[in-house]
């Protein structure tokens, strides 16, 4: 986990509320749970005098990401923000199971309504954060840590890939595929070329290379060489053209395929799944470009990839350089739940629950909306 606290520590704090574009009708409560409005419709009116403090935590083992995020909310769209009191871990936080992240405090009517938006913005940052942290390492697994691009532009709605993007980068991806991923952390997103730029030359990957390199001179060419389902012969075509000037080979065969490698080699048949990016094609695709001089040719390979995958990959030793995730890394699997545990100063909770202090709580300063 070092890793991520030194980047928090050498890049960025605390994200701002200029960095969130949020939707003003968060005020209104259009976005909350009717029984929350209602409740602080009968606070104001038959409570007003009531002091709550509500707890954050989720059940798991994960890698926190959200808080800046629900503080700025919390910021922007409370009644008295400047009264509330607040104390809060940091985004790349380890966290346990049931440990308190978030705590607010102050009338119940001023912020109460936010409750479930809360528990949402730090539901699909961590997850998200967490999955990307746990392909991470998993591609590490050989001793030398294999970038992850975060892919997940097309598996979900577009408005999530700012907030996406930045769980990812609290997760250890720094390679994102879109600008809006990069938004919140301050880079651009990177590639190179889909599918449908070779198929506008016909399946002629090497012409379509040569246009890469002369439209983006100064970028790193990685050419997509699985366009023909014949990754080893086009992958051998595009490094004799370019030479040194390959970076490397992008392998993205569906998992419905099986490479023209294998029908031409048959007697590597029937010892294991020939399908899609698998690891014997991987291997002949090194070994292939080794042979000509090209070992300075990455390999990068996606489509399906997921923690587990990767592990396997990087257990047999796969000469992967670089790993392309996408839908796995979007996977909503931890859910945060949002208690009041005091009142009045008071413990006071429903049964199960309980007030849990934590010491690595810091407070949070307000700097206005």
């Not at 009708?25 to 606070?43: D, H, P, Q």
């Not at 991806?173 to 889909?194: C, I, L, R, V, Y």
Request: glycine share 10%; proline share 3%; net charge neutral.
């Amino acid at each position: 986990m070092k890793e991520i606290e030194q980047k928090l520590n050498g890049k960025i704090s605390r994200l701002t509320n200029k960095t969130f574009k949020f939707d003003e009708r968060v005020g209104e409560g259009w976005f909350s749970a009717v029984y929350f409005l209602k409740t602080k419709e009968i606070a104001e009116k038959k409570l007003p005098n009531n002091h709550v403090t509500m707890q954050f935590f989720q059940k798991g083992d994960a890698v926190l990401c959200g808080t800046d995020e629900a503080i700025a909310l919390v910021h922007t769209f409370a009644e008295k923000p400047e009264e509330l009191e607040m104390h809060s871990l940091k985004d790349g936080d380890r966290i346990k199971p049931f440990e308190t992240v978030l705590t607010i405090s102050g009338p119940y009517q001023y912020f109460g309504f936010l409750e479930g938006i809360i528990d949402g913005v730090l539901s699909r940052r961590t997850s998200v954060a967490t999955n990307v942290y746990n392909v991470v390492k998993a591609a590490r697994f050989s001793g030398k840590q294999k970038p992850i691009i975060f892919m997940g532009d097309r598996d979900d709605h577009f408005t999530q890939q700012a907030g996406d993007g930045y769980a990812a980068f609290i997760g250890g991806s720094t390679a994102q595929a879109t600008h809006a991923m990069s938004e919140w952390w301050g880079k651009k997103g990177m590639g190179t070329m889909p599918h449908a730029m070779i198929q506008m030359f016909r399946g002629d990957v090497v012409a379509a290379s040569v246009a890469y390199k002369e439209t983006f001179p100064e970028d790193d060419l990685v050419a997509l060489v699985d366009y023909n389902n014949d990754v080893i012969t086009d992958s051998l075509k595009v490094a004799r053209k370019f030479g040194n000037e390959l970076s490397g080979v992008r392998v993205d065969t569906s998992r419905t395929l099986v490479d023209k490698y294998f029908l031409r080699n048959h007697h590597l048949m029937g010892t294991f799944d020939p399908r899609g990016v698998n690891p014997e094609l991987i291997f002949a695709l090194r070994k292939a470009l080794d042979d000509e001089g090209f070992q300075h040719v990455d390999i990068v390979v996606s489509g399906g990839f997921c923690e587990e995958r990767i592990s396997h990959f990087e257990s047999l030793g796969v000469p992967v350089d670089m790993y392309g995730v996408g839908s796995s890394l979007l996977k909503i699997n931890i859910g945060f739940t949002g208690d009041n545990v005091l009142l009045n100063g008071t413990p006071s909770a429903k049964e199960g629950r309980r007030y849990r202090p934590n010491s690595r709580l810091e407070k949070v300063v307000y700097h206005g909306s």
